[in-house]
């Protein structure tokens, strides 16, 4: 008979396997990792590299997976003018053993434009026939037909101008996309534009791929909008906009082109009827020593990370916590920390059970619980420095993490 030392041992080896996690990291100093994440408790695990590839571009900076083909596109930040040499577009196959040295797998690779910040698939029978990309200062955005091949090009290119500096002329001296992605329907882009104070709406060719422009919508005037989703409330559907110069989320009500009343009116619009800052509701927006990177939703809750408030001590950063009410609007619940400084990205498992915070600066992957009752997040269950560390204020360090399930 076994002993009950050598069946706890066997259960624990058990549930350590049975609760391996894969999930993707990238380092602007040109790495791509995979990384297995294997747990001994619920609060207790362990993560380890597999797979350290430099094959995707010299500043990798973004990650977007196709779920359902397990297809991962990794965007390159690489730009002439800053004289790295030329952008990359990549496209890989991601395993399913993260275990193994060939969990992921190149497909197709091109060399692009550059400064490409973020990267969407789109369009097509099945919303994954065409990819676009957002270049942070050539003021454009690109998209490519997929598969990714070594003699794909750009399909189309627009390129954004503005007459005069925005309010923060520091951060908003011309246009800047930071991301494009699609709506619910799958039928219209949405280009949130940081220097301009935009939300940016392109009608999609489904067929084609061409992005036809729609009206743009205005933020408020130095919000400088970087990333966005949507989320239905009932049946309420709401635009969340993470705003980085002004660190704060507004709150747009959606509108769909009603043609059943002979309405010619073709296009998605949005309404702002909310702004919040992500330091709490008595809190003016602005703070110019911070900037805010990501947001995610899971359940009933919205998360925003804030970069260099150092709100938990040195190189401590936050992630603000709100609370999201029927109507769709925003309640600031918390601050919470980050265990990292710059918390340039982040992401929920599918169960929202925990959190992987990606400090930039401090190179750091932070394993974080989170309680699916509250919202809250902690304690810490991990961490994993993945070097080279990066410098205060650089475009260096932790990009990108991604969770692959």
């Not at 990819?131 to 990714?148: A, D």
């Not at 660190?247 to 009343?261: F, I, K």
């Not at 709100?322 to 919470?336: A, H, P, R």
Request: net charge neutral.
């Amino acid at each position: 008979m076994a002993s009950v030392k050598s069946v706890a041992l066997l259960g624990l080896s058990l549930l350590s396997q049975a609760s391996a996690v894969k999930l993707l990291a990238l380092n602007f100093a040109g790495q791509f990792y995979s990384l297995n994440l294997a747990f001994q408790s619920s609060t207790k695990a362990s993560l380890k590299v597999v797979q350290n590839i430099t094959a995707c571009g010299v500043t990798p900076t973004w990650l977007h997976l196709d779920e359902e083909t397990r297809t991962v596109y990794c965007i390159d930040e690489s730009w002439l003018n800053e004289g790295l040499g030329s952008g990359n577009l990549s496209q890989w196959s991601a395993g399913p053993d993260f275990n193994k040295k060939d969990a992921l797998t190149l497909t197709g690779s091109t060399d692009t434009e550059g400064n490409s910040v973020h990267g969407f698939t789109y369009g097509g029978p099945d919303g994954r026939s065409f990819i676009i990309t957002s270049e942070y200062s050539p003021s454009t955005i690109t998209t490519y037909r997929l598969p990714i091949t070594s003699s794909t090009k750009a399909l189309q290119k627009l390129e954004f101008t503005m007459a005069a500096p925005g309010p923060r002329p520091d951060r908003q001296d011309k246009p800047h996309p930071h991301a494009a992605f699609t709506d619910p329907t799958g039928d219209f882009l949405i280009v949130p534009d940081l220097g301009a104070d935009l939300t940016r709406i392109f009608k999609i060719d489904g067929k084609t791929g061409e992005l036809t422009a729609c009206p743009a919508i205005a933020s408020l005037p130095g919000d400088g909008p970087r990333h966005g989703l949507f989320r239905k409330t009932g049946r309420a559907l709401k635009y969340y906009s993470l705003n980085e110069v002004s660190s704060s989320v507004g709150v747009y009500d959606v509108t769909y082109p009603d043609h059943s009343h002979g309405s010619k009116e073709s296009c998605l619009s949005l309404k702002l009827v909310q702004t919040l800052s992500n330091y709490g509701p008595n809190v003016p927006l602005g703070n110019v020593t911070v900037k805010s990177a990501e947001i995610r939703t899971v359940g009933n809750f919205l998360y925003a990370s804030n970069r260099n408030d150092t709100t938990f001590g040195f190189e401590q950063d936050s992630i603000a916590i709100f609370k999201i009410g029927n109507d769709g609007k925003l309640q600031f619940q918390e601050l919470t920390n980050a265990h990292g400084y710059y918390p340039r990205s982040f992401s929920f498992n599918e169960a929202g059970t925990y959190a992987a915070i990606a400090g930039q600066t401090t190179a750091n992957i932070a394993i974080v619980k989170r309680d699916t009752k509250t919202g809250k997040l902690g304690p810490l269950v991990t961490n994993l420095i993945l070097p080279p560390r990066g410098t205060y204020g650089g475009e260096d360090g932790v990009s990108n993490v991604i969770w692959v399930e």
